[in-house]
């Protein structure tokens, strides 16, 4: 039997938040939820089984480019996407660090579930 595969979505929206709640508890993930990059890297240390993160760039506090460096360096196991309404942040070193870079769009919640799916399946091998 598999295990429900567990996503960490950070992001200071919460409107945003409960989408993402909604539309990935329907694929049957587990859905984890910050509204800072310091409250997601607190519950990333709580559940070290989380398999993706999915966050943020701009967000008051810590960016979600300080906080993919910061789980980039101690988590090599786990799946990293940028999800931004900022085209412009994909010139920046520290993104290149990410799986998968998402472009917020009236669409991009089905482009964010294929990355997911096709992150987890690499992950996987």
Do not use: C, H
């Amino acid at each position: 039997m598999s295990k429900r595969k567990k996503i960490l979505f950070v992001d200071d929206e919460k409107n945003l938040l409960l989408l993402y709640k909604k539309e990935f508890e329907k694929e049957d993930y587990e859905v984890l939820t910050a509204t800072s990059a310091e409250e997601g890297l607190a519950l990333l240390e709580e559940n070290p089984d989380i398999d993706i993160v999915v966050l943020d760039i701009k967000m008051r506090g810590m960016s979600g480019l300080e906080a993919l460096a910061r789980i980039a360096r101690e988590r090599k196991d786990i799946g990293l996407v940028l999800s931004t309404a900022y085209s412009s942040f994909q010139e920046d070193f520290t993104s290149w660090l990410a799986d998968a870079y998402i472009v917020k769009s009236p669409d991009f919640i089905t482009e964010l579930k294929m990355e997911i799916k096709r992150i987890l399946e690499e992950k996987r091998k």
